[in-house]
């Protein structure tokens, strides 16, 4: 079975798109801070998500079906990880003002 060039570089940019955000969940995890992240990128990024995906079944195609719904997921895990840090940090920091 011969696969078409188009096929790889959908499967390669599918795979790419899917873990973009990897790097700044593990970051975020690390170092247990969203300093300078953007939440509203995310928020974004996932709404564009949900729209793509909508299209993609539209469309059906399976590539985009798998990408967009991998977006969905990295997106909703990554909100639910700053919005934890960011509720942890703040926390933090009314308790040390209030000692």
Do not use: C, D
Request: no cysteine.
């Amino acid at each position: 079975m011969i696969i078409e060039i188009s096929q790889i570089f959908g499967w390669t940019a599918t795979i790419l798109f899917s873990i973009m955000l990897v790097p700044q969940l593990i970051k975020t995890v690390k170092m247990k801070n969203t300093e300078g992240v953007s939440i509203t990128l995310f928020v974004i990024y996932l709404i564009a998500n949900i729209i793509a995906l909508t299209y993609a079944f539209l469309i059906g195609q399976t590539p985009l079906k798998i990408k967009y719904s991998l977006g969905i997921t990295t997106s909703i895990f990554y909100i639910s990880i700053f919005l934890y840090y960011k509720k942890r940090n703040n926390s933090e920091k009314n308790h040390q003002q209030n000692k």
